[in-house]
């Protein structure tokens, strides 16, 4: 711009006369009128740009409050589904740290995986206790002795009367002679 002042200042000729003076004095007052009112319009922008500034960061503080507290929120409510899931499994799902795994599940909304996993426990629930029945079943009620078909040995003179005829009348064949 200056550039383009001096190459009109050459070209126009410097007046001398008082009229030209007094042009020249009422040029320089409105050119400073108008630097003036530049400045002025400066300072007002960078005022308002500055109370925008201060406006928007009070939105954006005020916004991430409450992005903050929704977070808050959805993180006091994704435990208090949890907990409902633990209790409500805890009836039927005796290890805790499988209860906890489906009760995740459920609540992070992967129902299929949960029933899956709640399944593949259960399973290996009926597996430990078929085994342990039959663990049972064999210590509990050990295999009979097997049949013998040889009579048994009696001694005969410990018997009373009695007894001998009952035991006659039972078992003949301890009565054979061999």
Do not use: C
Not at 25 to 31: D, I, M, V, Y
Not at 51 to 70: G, M, V
Not at 144 to 156: A, G, H, L
């Amino acid at each position: 711009m200056e550039e383009l002042n001096k190459e009109q200042t050459k070209e126009q000729p410097i007046p001398t006369n008082e009229n030209t003076n007094q042009e020249l004095e009422q040029l320089r007052a409105e050119n400073e009128k108008y630097k003036s009112a530049i400045n002025n319009l400066t300072k007002e922008n960078a005022d308002y740009k500055r109370k925008y500034n201060e406006k928007l960061s009070d939105e954006e503080k005020s916004r991430a409050a409450q992005e903050e507290l929704e977070k808050h929120y959805k993180d006091i409510e994704r435990e208090n589904t949890l907990y409902k899931y633990q209790v409500k499994l805890s009836a039927s799902v005796s290890d805790v740290e499988t209860r906890n795994a489906i009760a995740e599940l459920f609540t992070d909304g992967k129902n299929i995986e949960a029933i899956n996993k709640l399944n593949e426990w259960q399973s290996k629930v009926m597996e430990d206790a078929k085994k342990s029945w039959e663990q049972q079943a064999l210590t509990n009620n050990p295999t009979p002795p097997p049949q013998d078909d040889r009579p048994q040995k009696v001694d005969f003179g410990k018997l009373s009367y009695k007894e001998l005829t009952k035991l006659k009348a039972e078992q003949p064949e301890l009565f054979k002679k061999d």
